[in-house]
């Protein structure tokens, strides 16, 4: 388990430390295909509220999901540093330190469910205990040339 990322290949979970981290975020509520507009609202409202409160981006967006069936609920937005001013939409949140499952995706958004199966799939195999809601990092845009990157985060116990 303690390979680092980058010696392996990208679409192998492992198991990392993480830091705490303060986010700015948005709770969305939608149908799967009201996500990419609700996401880029959220990306939007939380990168304006970090930067009218005088705070910086920390990190790449991310979607921390709460609810996934019919209707999807997520909070997205923003890691930061600094102090951030509630807006009525946003409010602090903290993407929490410790032990975490990652992997990562190379592709369209709408195949990314393979990356969910196969961290779940890995954290069964090595009896790893999900320990709260999970998160997509997304490390390039939808406008950036080349395929979509996208890294999974799945807290352990």
């Known amino acids: 388990m303690g390979d680092a990322i980058g010696t392996r290949p990208p679409t192998t979970p492992v198991v990392v430390e993480?830091?705490?981290?303060?986010?700015a975020v948005v709770f969305i509520d939608g149908a799967v295909d009201e996500l990419p507009k609700l996401m880029g609202e959220a990306f939007?409202?939380?990168?304006?509220?970090?930067?009218?409160?005088?705070?910086?981006?920390?990190?790449?967006?991310?979607a921390r999901y709460v609810g996934f069936?019919?209707?999807?609920?997520?909070?997205?937005?923003?890691?930061?540093?600094?102090?951030?001013?509630?807006?009525?939409?946003?409010?602090?949140?903290?993407?929490?330190?410790g032990r975490a499952v990652t992997t990562r995706h190379v592709g369209a958004y709408d195949t990314i469910a393979g990356a969910w199966n196969r961290a779940a799939a890995w954290m069964?195999?090595?009896?790893?205990?999900?320990?709260?809601?999970?998160?997509?990092?997304?490390?390039?845009?939808?406008?950036?040339?080349?395929?979509?990157?996208t890294e999974v985060f799945w807290p352990l116990d």
């Open 69 to 97: 069936g019919q209707r999807v609920q997520a909070e997205v937005g923003f890691p930061y540093v600094g102090r951030l001013t509630a807006t009525d939409r946003v409010h602090d949140a903290i993407l929490p330190a």
């Open 124 to 149: 069964r195999e090595h009896e790893l205990v999900p320990s709260g809601p999970a998160w997509e990092c997304y490390l390039t845009g939808p406008d950036e040339p080349g395929l979509p990157v």
């Open 44 to 62: 939007r409202l939380t990168a304006e509220a970090i930067a009218a409160s005088g705070a910086q981006i920390a990190g790449h967006p991310f």
């Open 18 to 23: 993480l830091p705490e981290q303060y986010a």
